[in-house]
């Protein structure tokens, strides 16, 4: 079975831009590209696990994540790096749009995304981790039995800590995150 690190997207993998699907304005956060390229070679897949209820609040059609996961993508070649898989909820409980309307498994602090990654490469989720800059990312890969880091940027502001929402690790970069799965397969 393989090992993976599901990855964030806004404000760990990307500049947190809220509700931002304008390809030109997005940018790769600092050391997550040569990280990223340390992770692959070790033999992890890449996997982005993001909440869109941009979706669901009518923000932005679905059909523009596409451009923003390949605008993504073309970014990190530029790294020699790209991401395997592209996961994304659309939903809210309070969606403006009906079809997104529903309290899903998916939407993190869910862990629906990251299982269906498990089923669709088969994944072993004890020996992967999942790095995000909140703690509803934590809880997404506690809760399915993956370790977690929270690259502490000032995007957490709640600090709820319940037995789900403790990670592994806080780090302060992407770059530390990295070096610790490295250390600690
Ligand atoms: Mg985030
Ligand atoms: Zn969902």
Known sequence: MKKAVFIDKDGTLIQNIPYNVNTTRISLLPTVGPSLRRLKDAGYLLILVTNQAGVAYGYFKEAMLIHVFNRINQLLSEENVMIDGFYYCPHHPDARIGAYKKKCNCRK??????????????????????????????????????????????????WLLDHWRQPTLIVSSFDEAASFILKNK
């Not at 995000?132 to 690259?151: F, P, Q, Y």
């Open 109 to 158: 602090p869910g862990p629906g995304m990251l299982t269906d990654a498990a089923a669709n490469y088969g994944i072993d989720l004890k020996g992967s981790w999942m790095i995000g800059d909140i703690l509803d990312d934590v809880e997404a890969g506690n809760k399915c039995g993956c370790r977690s880091i929270l690259v502490d940027n000032g995007n957490e502001t709640e």
